[in-house]
Nanobody, 114 residues
Framework: VQLQASGGGLVQAGGSLRLSCAVS????????LAWYRQAPGKQRELVAR???????IYADSVKGRFTISRDNAKNMVYLQMNSLKPEDTAVFYC?????????WGQGTLVTVSS
């Protein structure tokens, strides 16, 4: 499985970014696709997940601000991030889960300035 994340960058607080993840293979074959993030000095944490059935979950810290979605025809997963805060600064990783297997993309850096 190959996951290619893109879309990170530098943005001011209150701004928006959209992250994209290109997924190799049919995304319906995965149990779930997700975005994680890892801030400097912190553990990697789940940001948002979307299941094969379309159910979504979000970390409490991003509820109402971030939206995960997918384009089945393009095998893409997106993370729309609005009202960004400096504490959202992190490397964001795309993740796929199928059975007991988890695969990760290379990460894309999001920096939010105050």
């Amino acid at each position: 499985v190959q996951l290619q994340a893109s879309g990170g960058g530098l943005v001011q607080a209150g701004g928006s970014l959209r992250l994209s993840c290109a997924v190799s293979g049919n995304i319906f074959s995965f149990d779930a696709l997700a975005w994680y993030r890892q801030a400097p000095g912190k553990q990697r944490e789940l940001v948002a997940r979307i299941t094969s059935g379309g159910s979504t979950i979000y970390a409490d810290s991003v509820k109402g601000r971030f939206t995960i979605s997918r384009d089945n025809a393009k095998n893409m997963v997106y993370l729309q991030m609005n009202s960004l805060k400096p504490e959202d600064t992190a490397v964001f990783y795309c993740n796929s889960a199928r059975g007991f297997r988890n695969d990760w993309g290379q990460g894309t850096l999001v920096t939010v300035s105050s």
